[in-house]
């Protein structure tokens, strides 16, 4: 079962990746996960996409579609049960080249699930953002503290870090750059049949109990 987690910066993507990769083995491709690998890696590309990333805008299609299809030809990928695409695709031509290397994989796009949040809780999510520095499991301020303070429960790290680019300011941008280039997949999606809208402004395990309900549905 393949899927796209679809929504604005901070709805919620990749805290229910997560919860889907453990429920059901699914593998979490997210391409702003990968860019900043290369980031801090200094590669080639990494470099290019640095600026880009902290100004708030998309980086270009071919970089992130040649990344996603690297990353769909590794084994683990293809010996999952499926993947979510996680931030990926953002533009139209991304979601064209997506439908292209799927088919020639012999894969298939199952659901879009779209988490719909207001801009304005968008803010104080992504303003309210950290991740442990050795897991990666994402946390907020005030929606979802460690259970112990200062202490990742799910590896008992102490270090934790902040995106450069979550600020009030480039999450403006972000915001712009997702209205304007990406929201229109909503239909392109749409025509297609696929699309499925969850109520991302619930709390955080209602909208994983709403994700579970369509992937039953699907199964
Ligand atoms: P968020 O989950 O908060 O929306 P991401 O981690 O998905 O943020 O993306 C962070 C940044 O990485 C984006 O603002 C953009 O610069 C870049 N990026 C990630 N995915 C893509 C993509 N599919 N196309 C273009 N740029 C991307
Ligand atoms: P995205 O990957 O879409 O950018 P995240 O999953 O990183 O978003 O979530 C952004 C922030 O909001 C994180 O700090 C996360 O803990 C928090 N968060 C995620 N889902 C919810 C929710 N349903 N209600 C409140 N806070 C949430
Ligand atoms: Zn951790």
Do not use: W
Not at 133 to 160: I, L, Q
């Amino acid at each position: 079962m393949n899927i796209i987690l679809f929504g604005p910066p901070g709805a919620g993507k990749g805290t229910q990746a997560k919860r889907l990769e453990k429920n059901r083995g699914l593998i979490q491709l997210s391409t702003g996960d990968m860019l900043r690998a290369a980031v801090a890696a200094g590669t080639e590309y990494g470099k290019k996409a640095k600026e880009i990333m902290e100004r708030g805008e998309l980086v270009p299609d071919e970089v992130v579609i040649n990344i996603i299809s690297d990353r769909l030809d590794e084994d683990d990928v293809k010996n999952a049960p499926g993947v979510i695409f996680d931030g990926f695709p953002r533009t139209v031509a991304q979601a064209e080249a997506l439908d292209k290397m799927l088919a020639e994989k012999g894969m298939k796009l199952d659901a879009v699930i779209v988490l719909d949040v207001d801009d304005e809780a968008l803010v104080e999510r992504i303003t309210g953002r950290f991740t442990c520095a050795k897991c990666g499991k994402g946390y907020h301020e005030k929606f979802e503290r460690p259970k112990v303070e200062g202490v990742c429960d799910e590896c008992g790290s102490t270090e934790f870090t902040r995106r450069a680019d979550d600020n009030e300011e480039t999450v403006r941008q972000r915001l712009e750059a997702y209205h304007a280039q990406t929201a229109p997949l909503i239909e392109y999606y749409e025509k297609a049949g696929i699309v499925k809208k969850v109520d991302g402004m619930a709390a955080i395990d209602e909208v994983t109990k709403q994700i579970e309900e369509v992937l039953d549905q699907l199964a």
